[in-house]
C-alpha cells in the first residue's frame, strides 16, 4: 500500500508535550516574564494572586500565558486568554499596561 491516504499523524504519547510541528506553542507560562518585571517591580510577583478584569478569574500571576512574539510582553489570562499585561521597553523607558487586572494581591511574608 502506497500513496497519500496512506499518510498518518503519529500519535501524542506524551501528553505533557502539547506542541507538535503543525501545532505549535505560541506563548510560555508566567515565569517568562519575571526577569523584565522584576526591572520594574523589584519584587517577585510570579507568585503573586492577580484577578482578571474581563472574566474575574483569580490565579497566580506565574500561572498567565506570556506571549513574547510581540512588540514586548503581552500576558493573557489562561482561562479567558484576555490581555492582562503589556509591557515594552525602550533603550531609556518602560510602557507598562496593567488595564487588564482588577488588581494584584502581592505578600509582603515572601
Request: aromatic share 8%; proline share 5%; glycine share 8%.
Amino acid at each position: 500500500m502506497s500513496g497519500a491516504h496512506d499518510f498518518t499523524f503519529p500519535e501524542r504519547e506524551d501528553q505533557d508535550i502539547a506542541a507538535a510541528a503543525h501545532d505549535p506553542i505560541p506563548y510560555v507560562d508566567g515565569n517568562a516574564a519575571a526577569g523584565a518585571l522584576s526591572e520594574i517591580f523589584r519584587i517577585d510577583i510570579i507568585a503573586a494572586l492577580g484577578r482578571c478584569r474581563h472574566c474575574g478569574s483569580v490565579r497566580a500571576f506565574g500561572a498567565a500565558m506570556v506571549f513574547t512574539d510581540a512588540p514586548g510582553i503581552v500576558v493573557r489570562c489562561r482561562d479567558c486568554q484576555g490581555v492582562l499585561l503589556r509591557l515594552v521597553q525602550t533603550p531609556t523607558r518602560y510602557w507598562l499596561d496593567l488595564s487588564g487586572l482588577s488588581y494584584l494581591e502581592i505578600d509582603r511574608e515572601e
